[in-house]
């Protein structure tokens, strides 16, 4: 039972060496990719659709109507970077089931990477929203003396995004590694099952927060009297 992926070690020469962190992100990456390429290689706007299609409406049209609800609108703008968040911590949850799989999101250097992309997003979006010169001053309303309280604000939410999916991912994988030890095979997959299940919902409540951040970002501030 390894405490973190990052200590299984594939490969190493010297200083550089490929974990299991390392490794299955990649392996995740591609996946999405080839995923993506083999679903919308030949996408119909008849009323005859493959089953793949539609299954990828379903997605692409569940998403967009989740950041909708947050407050974003023009949901499409966001869609590339939230929906494929989402999409990763969901492949990276479903794996759990194939044998030898260590998931990525156990690691607490890819839940600081996820959540340091949320932390660039959104001024990017806020500034491409808003403008340079208002959002910086919407670090400074309703008085300058916000300013560093904002940025520490900022600072620490990205540091909870981190913790809390690390936190949640690799209890899913101890309680589940404990239990193959000392229990019988049957109790450990309903343990599977229900991990899987709380990666679902770790994958949504981080992508929900990421919208809110984003939305907080984007929302036009109306001009004091």
Known sequence: MHL???????WQL???????TIAFTWALMLLLTVGSKLITRKLSTSLKRSRWQNFLE??????????EDVGLQHARKYLGFLGT???????????TIIPGYEPPTASLSTTAALALGVLIAVPMF?????????YVKSYMDPTFIMLPFNIISELSRTLALAVRLF?????GAMIIGILLTITPFFFPI????LGLLTGLVQAYIFTILAAVYIAAATRKRKPKC
Do not use: R
Request: aromatic share 10%; with cysteine; glycine share 10%.
């Open 4 to 10: 973190s992926p990052d200590t299984v070690i594939y």
């Open 85 to 95: 968040l989402f999409l990763f911590l969901v492949a990276a949850s479903i794996c």
């Open 126 to 134: 806020g500034i491409a929203e808003q403008g340079i010169v208002n």
């Open 190 to 193: 309903v343990m599977t099952a």
């Open 14 to 20: 010297g200083f550089f060496k490929i974990n299991a």
């Open 167 to 171: 936190g949640n991912m690799m209890s």
């Open 58 to 67: 379903i997605i692409v049209t569940g998403i967009e109507q989740q950041i």
